[in-house]
């Protein structure tokens, strides 16, 4: 095997999408921070009881683990931030109030979980605790639209759902836990064979109501037959029920409010996330052209309990190489000033004083080519009476002939 070859879904950053990467990272993470979201920096590596203790079930097969040879307790590679910085919430810092926390950094999982996803995401992420109220769920709704709008991203649409739908449909049913994990199991899929097989011995009018939700996508509101009118029609017209559907207007009305930029709002009642995880209002973003859903997030309360510390909690994560892949036409490349390498003190406090006022100089290097991709070199530092110059190349080359 040759020695140059990458694990399959891993592959280098070249030089052009590093830098289209670095530029929305900073994007993104100056926009977390003028919403008050203070950065921190989980480790790579921690104690699988730790990183999993209260993930996602299916997080753990997307972990790599290893021995630690130190203590011999295994180790596990984080493939999703989120549960590092619950941890950081419940035990390091220990607020009582509102926490509002952003981070930023590689993910590792073992099988790449859409088509063309690598297994290195750069995931990025902001969550908010200690708030169980609507007022949250719209801060964190609002940041998202707003994460995207800032990596200048066209045409995406924003998909509501909510994690305790299905439970308050089959309230009173007494369905063990694994039947339940089944049944969001088979809409995630929108299978409706097995969605069918799952619902034997369930009233006949509730399992009618769960197979519905595979139809219940659209517009949320908006017209008589928008997906959330469509809900009311077709679903129980009990308490819990009523409370999850209102929940869903309420905050969409709120979000067209407080969204500068709002984006296609719809409703996906199918996408009923994690059983074991979410907890309450769910969404995700799409774009035309990707399979895959390229912002995730929802409620996911008390997540911080196996550390000592329930705590109410809501946010969102996007993968910033998919996201910087999707930002169309690729990034121009910048424009920069040629400048000759010599022994000469004059020449070097010319190009020092032009890199403090951001300039790129791109000085030559002796007895060597000049290959960029990042830099169109339209001007350059030249030599005249009056010192060292920047002239435009094309206007010096002419003067030269």
């Not at 200690?130 to 719209?138: F, H, K, Q, R, V």
């Not at 080519?369 to 009476?385: A, K, N, P, Y």
Request: net charge negative; charged share 20%; hydrophobic share 45%.
């Amino acid at each position: 095997m040759s020695a140059w070859l990458l694990p399959e879904s891993v592959a280098d950053v070249l030089p052009s999408e590093a830098r289209r990467i670095e530029e929305l990272r900073r994007a993104v993470l100056d926009r977390f921070r003028v919403y008050g979201y203070e950065m921190v920096m989980p480790p790579l590596l921690e104690y699988t009881e730790s990183l999993l203790g209260n993930a996602d079930p299916s997080l753990d097969l997307q972990t790599f683990k290893l021995l630690d040879q130190a203590s011999g307790r295994m180790l596990g590679l984080r493939a999703d931030t989120t549960p590092q910085v619950a941890r950081i919430d419940a035990h390091i810092l220990n607020r009582k109030g509102a926490t509002r926390l952003c981070y930023c950094g590689p993910v590792l999982h073992t099988q790449a979980r859409g088509l063309h996803n690598t297994r290195e995401p750069i995931q990025c992420g902001a969550e908010l605790y200690g708030c169980s109220g609507i007022e949250a769920d719209l801060e964190v709704l609002t940041l998202a639209v707003d994460t995207l709008v800032v990596s200048r991203l066209k045409g995406f649409r924003l998909a509501l759902s909510h994690a305790g739908l299905l439970a308050a449909i089959l309230k009173d049913q007494g369905l063990a836990a694994s039947q339940m994990r089944a049944l969001h199991q088979a809409l995630a899929q929108k299978d409706r064979v097995l969605l069918t097989e799952l619902l034997v011995g369930v009233a006949p009018q509730l399992a009618k109501s769960v197979i519905s939700l595979i139809d219940l996508y659209g517009p949320i509101t908006g017209t008589s037959q928008c997906a959330l009118a469509r809900a009311r029609s077709v679903l129980p017209k009990t308490q819990p029920v009523e409370s999850v559907l209102m929940q869903l207007e309420v905050l969409v009305s709120r979000l067209r409010d407080s969204a500068e930029h709002l984006p296609d709002l719809m409703l996906d009642l199918a996408d009923v996330a994690s059983f074991e995880y979410h907890s309450g209002v769910v969404f995700a973003a799409f774009v035309s052209g990707c399979p895959n859903a390229i912002l995730r997030g929802g409620r996911y309360d008390d997540v911080g309990a196996v550390y000592g510390r329930a705590r109410p909690a809501t946010g969102f994560s996007v993968d910033l190489r998919e996201l910087a892949s999707l930002q169309g036409a690729q990034a121009t490349a910048k424009s920069a000033i040629r400048a000759p390498w010599r022994h000469d003190t004059e020449l070097v406090k010319a190009v020092r004083a032009l890199r403090a006022r951001g300039e790129v100089v791109v000085q030559s290097l002796p007895n060597t080519e000049q290959e960029e991709e990042e830099f169109i070199c339209d001007r350059e530092l030249v030599h005249t009476g009056h010192g060292w110059q920047v002239q435009a190349i094309n206007a010096n080359q002419e003067s030269k002939e």
